[in-house]
T-cell receptor, first 113, second 113 residues
Framework: QKEVEQDPGPLSVPEGAIVSLNCTYSNSAFQYFMWYRQYSRKGPELLMYTYSSGNKEDGRFTAQVDKSSKYISLFIRDSQPSDSATYLCAMSAESGANSKLTFGKGITLSVRP | DVKVTQSSRYLVKRTGEKVFLECVQDMDHENMFWYRQDPGLGLRLIYFSYDVKMKEKGDIPEGYSVSREKKERFSLILESASTNQTSMYLC????????????FGAGTRLSVL
């Protein structure tokens, strides 16, 4: 079993839809969970960063972590065409200099006008 | 704004050539990374450097070497390019104690013919 599994996609939704992107993981030591967004022909950029279980909201984006199920989600409300991008989950056991990020493979989202 | 600049967006090289990919960051970050990104395989870490002249192997270092002579510059070297090194190469940087928060360049798409 791979350490981080992410739905392969691609995913296509109409504008205004609620989008749910998910990752599962096997390493129970992971405590720090991130979502990176990558636009076409660009590098990834950090979108959300959470620690341990719970929810974190930032505008239309909500990151959710369920450590008991080893499952994380990114919800996008009122999706916009500008949200069309590849979304990568990433996680690590530590936050400091010894941290090692493990990325999911990414899912490409397309929001249709 | 953090800026990570990769010297080339596209490169075409021949098998057996020595290839240099250059990356410069302007935020005085201690950590710098080289990844390759392939469809279906996601982001994979090639090498990492936490200080000038210091380097650590990532998950897939075979066939690559790196050089960090100055804090702001990190070079990836393909000693003898092969067709299986055709890929998107991404450089990233981070603060020493914030390794999870990485800033990426736009990438270099390398084709080895």
């Amino acid at each position: 079993q791979k350490e981080v599994e992410q739905d392969p996609g691609p995913l296509s939704v109409p504008e205004g839809a609620i989008v749910s992107l998910n990752c599962t993981y096997s390493n129970s030591a992971f405590q720090y969970f991130m979502w990176y967004r990558q636009y076409s022909r660009k590098g990834p950029e950090l979108l959300m960063y959470t620690y341990s279980s719970g929810n974190k909201e930032d505008g239309r984006f909500t990151a959710q972590v369920d450590k008991s199920s080893k499952y994380i989600s990114l919800f996008i409300r009122d999706s916009q065409p500008s949200d069309s991008a590849t979304y990568l989950c990433a996680m690590s056991a530590e936050s400091g200099a010894n941290s090692k990020l493990t990325f999911g493979k990414g899912i490409t989202l397309s929001v249709r006008p | 704004d953090v800026k990570v600049t990769q010297s080339s967006r596209y490169l075409v090289k021949r098998t057996g050539e020595k290839v240099f990919l250059e990356c410069v960051q302007d935020m005085d970050h201690e950590n710098m990374f080289w990844y390759r990104q392939d469809p279906g395989l996601g982001l994979r870490l090639i090498y990492f450097s936490y200080d000038v002249k210091m380097k650590e192997k990532g998950d897939i270092p075979e066939g690559y070497s790196v050089s960090r002579e100055k804090k702001e510059r990190f070079s990836l070297i393909l000693e003898s390019a092969s067709t299986n090194q055709t890929s998107m190469y991404l450089c990233a940087s981070s603060k020493l104690a914030a390794k999870n928060i990485q800033y990426f360049g736009a990438g270099t798409r390398l084709s080895v013919l």
